[in-house]
């Protein structure tokens, strides 16, 4: 039985848009024999379709070690060491992990985030977003994605940026859409003075998407901030490593620049 909890609404939902997959996992020898209060942490506990596996000493002893290495690994130790040193030191994680077979409303994202706050506050030490590229402290994780107590969906994903071939242009892409079973953005060549533009179109298409909406391939951008002509078409696998996730690339075919000098 689930008690009433206000629902997270996907006020744009539209079918056949893709399915939603969460993966976290949470560092920390968590006792979970206290109940989980559905009223406190607003969730009604592990949604259909969320698997969560405990892996340490005893189970599978090498996977809390599997995400302490490379890249992102190096990045969180040189950002946060005292936290990176807490978890070098857990021989415990739990993995939760799977495709909400519900996707119509974000309820089953409420009752994750509300889990996992339970698991920090049972022993937790530290949240891994892999679809985020993102290490969580408890107490930042409490403020930006259990706090609100509503769906929002800037903060559950990540625009990153990076510099093309030319270092006087951006590639902006996000990650993290994969959570509510939508693309990705992906614009490439963007000049400085267009970069406030792109940003604003990415979370745009974030919050839309998260939302329910399904953009159409070949569907046009008109933004004030942004040159005419622009377009959106998907691309992309749930192979790709840059996403993990299919993506919508925007481009500008007709410009002589893709992201050139606006109109007036």
Same mark, same amino acid.
């Given at each position: 039985?689930?008690?009433?909890?206000?629902?997270?609404?996907?006020?744009?939902?539209?079918?056949?848009?893709?399915?939603?997959?969460?993966?976290?996992?949470?560092?920390?020898?968590?006792?979970?024999?206290?109940?989980?209060?559905?009223?406190?942490?607003?969730?009604?506990?592990?949604?259909?379709?969320?698997?969560?596996?405990?892996?340490?000493?005893?189970?599978?002893?090498?996977?809390? #070690?599997?995400?302490?290495? =490379?890249?992102?690994?190096?990045?969180?130790?040189?950002?946060? %060491? +005292? !936290?990176?040193?807490? &978890?070098?030191?857990?021989?415990?994680?739990?993995?939760?992990?799977?495709?909400?077979?519900?996707?119509?409303?974000?309820?089953?994202?409420?009752?994750?985030?509300?889990?996992?706050?339970?698991?920090?506050?049972?022993?937790?030490?530290?949240?891994?977003?892999?679809?985020?590229?993102?290490?969580?402290?408890?107490?930042?994780?409490?403020?930006?994605?259990?706090?609100?107590?509503?769906?929002?969906?800037?903060?559950?994903?990540?625009?990153?940026?990076?510099?093309?071939?030319?270092?006087?242009?951006?590639?902006?892409?996000?990650? #993290?859409?994969?959570?509510? =079973?939508?693309?990705?953005?992906?614009?490439?060549?963007?000049? %400085? +003075? !267009?970069?406030?533009? &792109?940003?604003?179109?990415?979370?745009?298409?974030?919050?839309?998407?998260?939302?329910?909406?399904?953009?159409?391939?070949?569907?046009?951008?008109?933004?004030?901030?942004?040159?005419?002509?622009?377009?959106?078409?998907?691309?992309?696998?749930?192979?790709?490593?840059?996403?993990?996730?299919?993506?919508?690339?925007?481009?500008?075919?007709?410009?002589?620049?893709?992201?050139?000098?606006?109109?007036?």
């Amino acid at each position: 039985m689930t008690s009433e909890l206000e629902s997270w609404e996907r006020k744009h939902y539209v079918a056949g848009g893709g399915d939603p997959m969460l993966f976290y996992v949470v560092y920390g020898e968590v006792d979970a024999s206290v109940p989980l209060s559905c009223s406190t942490y607003r969730s009604n506990g592990v949604p259909e379709g969320i698997d969560v596996m405990s892996y340490g000493p005893n189970t599978h002893p090498d996977i809390p #070690g599997s995400f302490r290495d =490379g890249y992102l690994w190096d990045e969180f130790v040189a950002d946060d %060491p +005292e !936290l990176a040193e807490t &978890v070098e030191r857990c021989r415990h994680c739990m993995i939760l992990r799977g495709t909400p077979t519900d996707s119509t409303t974000l309820d089953y994202l409420r009752d994750t985030v509300g889990l996992i706050t339970y698991l920090i506050d049972h022993g937790g030490c530290a949240v891994y977003d892999p679809f985020m590229f993102r290490w969580w402290q408890p107490s930042g994780w409490k403020q930006q994605i259990f706090d609100p107590a509503a769906a929002v969906p800037r903060h559950h994903t990540v625009i990153l940026v990076s510099e093309e071939n030319d270092p006087s242009l951006k590639w902006f892409h996000t990650r #993290g859409m994969r959570k509510f =079973g939508r693309p990705d953005i992906s614009v490439h060549n963007v000049a %400085p +003075e !267009l970069e406030d533009g &792109v940003i604003d179109l990415c979370n745009r298409l974030i919050e839309h998407q998260a939302f329910g909406h399904v953009v159409d391939d070949g569907q046009l951008i008109k933004m004030a901030s942004l040159p005419p002509g622009g377009v959106i078409r998907h691309g992309g696998n749930l192979d790709d490593p840059d996403f993990n996730n299919i993506h919508l690339d925007v481009s500008w075919p007709n410009a002589a620049e893709p992201c050139g000098e606006r109109e007036p």
